[in-house]
């Protein structure tokens, strides 16, 4: 419920719905055989327009399950706050305007009392921060700077 209520916030004219895979297993208690179905997993069905068509998240493009996928974990946050999210590159597979629109719903989402903690090299994504730290290697190990906009 969480999750389709948010995915539809950002994908106005997009469906999304949590699918959960059950495997059965035959068990016989005490000579009663019962069917018992255990769950073995999730997947997300999902369309980003009105006239897109519906693809498992398995079968999407790897910019469009990274954002699914992010939309997925923020809905878990109304269940059980997080506070902190960090990500290594989860931009890695945006094109241009994707891009631009996930650091957007990300900063829409950090004015929530969210921090989101996030490795680039995407431009988009580093003006959309409020603070930033340059990560060099030196003879000594990994040196840490503080970085303004400028």
């Known amino acids: 419920k ?15 719905a949590i699918i959960i895979k059950y495997k059965q297993k035959d068990l016989t208690i ?17 369309k980003l327009g009105n006239l897109d068509p519906i693809y498992l998240l398995e079968q999407m493009s790897n910019g469009q399950s990274s954002i699914i996928s992010f939309f997925f974990f923020i809905s878990l946050r109304i269940v059980n706050p997080i506070l902190i999210y960090i ?5 890695a597979n945006l094109d241009f305007s994707n891009s631009i629109f996930f650091s957007h719903a990300i900063r829409q989402i950090s004015t929530i009392g969210t921090q989101f903690l996030i490795t680039t090299f995407n431009q988009n994504f580093i003006l959309s921060g409020d603070k930033w730290f340059g990560i060099s290697t030196t003879t000594k190990g990994s040196c840490v700077q503080n970085i303004n906009k400028n």
Do not use: Q, R
């Open 2 to 16: 969480n999750f389709s209520k948010i995915f539809n916030k950002n994908f106005p004219m997009g469906k999304a």
């Open 87 to 91: 990500f290594d590159e989860i931009d």
């Open 30 to 46: 005490l000579t009663k055989k019962i069917k018992l179905a255990t769950v073995v997993g999730i997947t997300i069905l999902a």
